[in-house]
């Protein structure tokens, strides 16, 4: 029924246009759900033997190779580890994609102490001691606990995404990696750099085995001090043979083994006559004491000297040929073991920071302790055995342990009249890594590599460094600091389960039998029947020949350190058969490597062929808590890379490192996850609207560069720069900001700019629209870009995202970053557009402030002028205006009565006409009569809709 009066025109039913619309299409999701669809893209990949196919494609191509350091067998991922090899796999597959073939081999150290440790501790556990099991069967169970760690880890690694040929992977224990250790090592002894001598070490009593620097931590420790009198008994002046020098130290325990005293030829030292002292003092009226001027009022108080008289001040170098008694000296329970003289030495080291300004020389126990000892031909006892208790060269003090012996030497000091005060002192101090024990400096028999022999590895690692590329660029420093200062190499250790160093010494000359023949044999066997060869029974006959005697020779039953096992992966990884070159690309490790893995490979390469194993090195930080605080178990920050996959997805992990500036310390916990999980959202969200707003689209719609916009030109110059940053990073492995950059593409100049422009157009113009055809050209190339560069760090979402779009195409693990014509730079256009944003973001918050007044409900019904400089107002024409401002209309003018250094002034807000039913435009033209089919649309609208099927 009409309720219309008569002869009234007749208003046509209102209809809804939203049919008409071309809104987004795709089965793409909108939420991740990575936990769940993760592992089934893994069984895809392996399915489809991903990793073989990218070697068939890759052949031919230039090689990039990056060295896998190897990661510790011994239990489940931790967050640090986690984040190296999503780094190593970003890289690899980076390359991958810029057009090289990165053959990446994964590897796995297997030897050494943590293993050995947890072994142990399973003995100890079951009340066995680990001494009475015969020592190929404790190899045997070392060999199992690792290789069940490398399965678990080789597992978790997969889970993250890592990429790489596991099954064709390294580890230090295979047989022919225990073989070509053990070649290096010949090669060390066949050119002489390899040889045994006894000097200080840092050993573990605990462990009892010596450590590498990079098995050592550095923590808080309460030492016991001593201050002790050394009586002089030989002088050329007479009022020094009635002084005693007095020393201070902080290991009381290395006094039974002090053979000198060292002090600063420009130091001046007060001869100090003792008038008062303190109640409880160990000092006494009347004596004369030696100590350094600079250090007698803290010496005051730290042995309670009261008046007292400097008799006079001389400089150190006259103490030459001073020499004094052992305050040990007369010890009843030594029975004349500390009757020898002490003679005052000069030494460089000795400054006057704390204690006396002298130091008390035990050449056994410290390295400036070693080598004054060894220039002035000073004796070097044995005083402390493997378990740190004293030996017989400890007179009176033999089987005390070190860190009981303080209080037996203060008391035997006081019975003597040596001891001048006592103390404590918190300070850094090194402790084992694997124990956490104190570690001690013991003078025992150790495989050394010469530093500055004939062989020059010190001056030739420094060359190396300084042709190597680091990232960041200080590392250089601290890696050349550490070369340029170290010692010469110990190689030994003292125990069951790593790769001997296969040496025979001879007993008659005590040098290492250096012949070919036999190192041959020992490689051969240990490639076929692994290092456990070395401990079978008969094996110095076997290998020694039937030339040589066996019991004319001593078989060295030390291992080799790990690191210098860690240090020859290169020599059986980038090897011909693996069609891997040497050196390596780029070698990528914590910081703390500098003095580890990177240093042991520098110095083992330079060692055996000259040159460093690498052409670059990068590094990365350590992964912290939100405060910034180390993680540890006690305090309960730790993050588990198992519970993030498992929660969140390996996708959001990966995010996190490349978000980050990887060369410094990274911090990671439950916000800063929710975070990236934002930061992800968005990124998908763009690849959703990528792929709705691509439906139905193929090649035929694609317009020449020569008729796009200049908005999608800018768009294209856009992907230009991001595609040169990227190349960039893969060039010089520097990622820092890189993928950030992306993201801030797809949420700022996509999501909050040109998508929004461009909304209009897709979902509102005619499907064969020249503006809608553009646009969906740039979409096209949009998709292939972010996906494809996505793909190295989002591995799973990109393939999905590609898939969605090319489901029969191949994997975009498979695809090449696209080669982006030259002619897409145009600098001069990104300089306009970048002036354009500026006024639009002043548009904006101007039609922000009238939505907040309530005055306008959306941009699309505002219309207005706006006052601009000259420059500005021709830019754009006005109607491209409206649209870059998503506006009703929009005059842009210039005024020249208008202050050129004011912001720009957006007038008149009122409305033009009428919302179209379809695109939401305020414009005049909606509602006209004359056009009585579709009157509630804009023209636009009308002709569209008329042109669609009914």
Known sequence: MNDQPPGAPETPATRDYRGTVILPKTDFPMRGDLPKREPGWLARWEEQDLWGRLRAKSAGRPKFVLHDGPPYANGPLH????????????????????????????????????????????????????????????????????????????????????????????????????????????????????????????????????????????????????????????????????????????????????????????????????????????????????????????????????????????????????????????????????????????????????????????????????????????????????????????????????????????????????????????????????????????????????????????????????????????????????????????????????????????????????????????????????????YQPGAAARFLGADRRVEDYEQVMDIVDVWFESGSTHAFTLTPERGLPWPADLYLEGSDQHRGWFQSSLLEAVGTRGVAPFKAILTHGFVLDEQGRKMSKSLGNTVAPQDVVSKSGADILRLWVMNTDVTEDQRIGKNILEQQGELYRRIRNTLRWLLGNLDGFDGSEILPYDQLPELE???????????????????????????????????????????????????????????????????????RCLTTWLAPVLVFTAEEAWLARFPQAESVHLQDWPALPERWKDEALAAKWARVRELRSHVTTCIEDLRRNRTVGASVEVSGELRVSAEDASLLPDEEWAEVCIMSALRVWHDPTYPADQLPMLLGTGKLGTKCDRCWRVLPEVGEPSRPKHPTLCRRCEAVVEAQPA
């Not at 090289?100 to 003995?123: F, M, N, Q, R």
């Not at 001494?131 to 690694?157: K, M, N, T």
């Not at 001090?225 to 009586?231: D, E, N, Q």
């Not at 999501?751 to 113009?765: E, G, P, Q, T, V």
């Open 79 to 534: 967050i640090g580890t986690a984040l190296n090899k999503i780094l190593k796999d970003v890289i690899n597959r980076a390359a991958q994609m810029a057009g090289y073939d990165a053959d990446y081999v994964p590897g796995w150290d297997c030897h050494g102490l943590p293993i050995e440790w947890k072994v142990e501790e399973e003995y100890r556990a079951k009340k066995k001691n680990k001494d009475e099991v015969p020592v190929l069967e404790f190899r045997a169970e070392c060999r199992a606990y690792a290789d069940h760690w490398l399965g678990v880890q080789r597992e978790e690694f997969k889970r993250l995404g890592v990429l790489g040929n596991w099954p064709g992977r390294y580890a230090t224990m295979d047989f022919p990696s225990e073989a070509v250790i053990a070649a290096e090592i010949g090669r060390f002894l066949m050119n002489g750099s390899l040889y045994r001598g006894l000097r200080p070490v840092m050993w573990s009593p605990v462990e009892k085995t010596a450590l590498a620097e990079a098995e050592i931590e550095y923590h808080d420790h309460v030492s016991p001090t001593l201050w002790a009198r050394f009586p002089i008994v030989k002088a050329a002046a007479e009022d020094l043979r009635k002084a005693s020098v007095v020393i201070w130290t902080t290991t009381p325990w290395t006094i039974p083994g002090n053979r000198a005293i060292a002090y600063g030829e420009e130091i001046d030292y007060a001869l100090v006559h003792v008038e008062g002292v303190a109640e409880g003092s160990n000092l006494k009226v009347g004596e004369f004491l030696l100590v350094a001027l600079a250090l007698l009022p803290q010496f005051e108080k730290d042995t309670g000297l009261g008046a007292h008289t400097v008799k006079r001040v001389l400089k150190g170098a006259e103490l030459a040929g001073v020499v004094a008694a052992h305050p040990l000296k007369g010890m009843p329970d030594a029975k004349g073991g500390y009757a020898f003289d002490v003679p005052l030495l000069p030494g460089d080291f000795v400054t006057t920071e704390a204690g006396t300004g002298f130091v008390h020389i035990a050449p056994g126990h410290g390295e400036d302790d070693f080598n004054l000892g060894r220039a002035h031909g000073l004796p070097v006892p044995e005083t402390v055995g493997d378990d740190g208790t004293y030996t017989v060269q400890a007179p009176g003090f033999a089987g005390l342990h070190v860190w009981k012996a303080h209080d037996a030497v203060y008391a035997a000091c006081e019975a003597l009249g040596t001891l001048a005060a006592k103390g404590k002192l918190t300070h850094s101090y090194p402790h084992s890594w694997r124990s956490k024990k104190p570690v001690i400096f013991r003078a025992t028999p150790q495989w050394f590599i010469a530093m500055d022999d004939s062989n020059e590895i010190r001056a030739k690692s420094l060359a190396a460094i300084a042709a190597t590329h680091f990232v960041p660029d200080i590392g250089r420093n601290r890696i050349g600091s550490m070369v340029q200062n170290r010692p010469d190499w110990c190689i030994s250790r003292q125990r069951a389960w790593g790769v001997p160093i296969p040496v025979f010494v001879s007993k008659q000359s005590g040098e290492p039998l250096r012949d070919q023949a036999v190192m041959d044999r020992i490689v051969e066997a240990f490639r076929t029947e692994g290092a456990d060869a070395w």
């Open 713 to 783: 030109r800018w768009v294209l110059h856009r992907l230009t720069e991001l595609d040169a940053k990227l190349r960039q990073a893969q060039r010089d492995h520097d990622w820092t900001g890189v993928y950030p950059e992306i993201h801030a593409f797809c949420a700022a100049d996509l999501s909050a700019f040109y998508f929004d422009i461009r909304k209009d157009s897709l979902y509102c113009d005619a499907q064969d629209s020249p503006r809608r055809r553009a646009a969906r050209t740039v979409i096209d190339q949009l998709h």
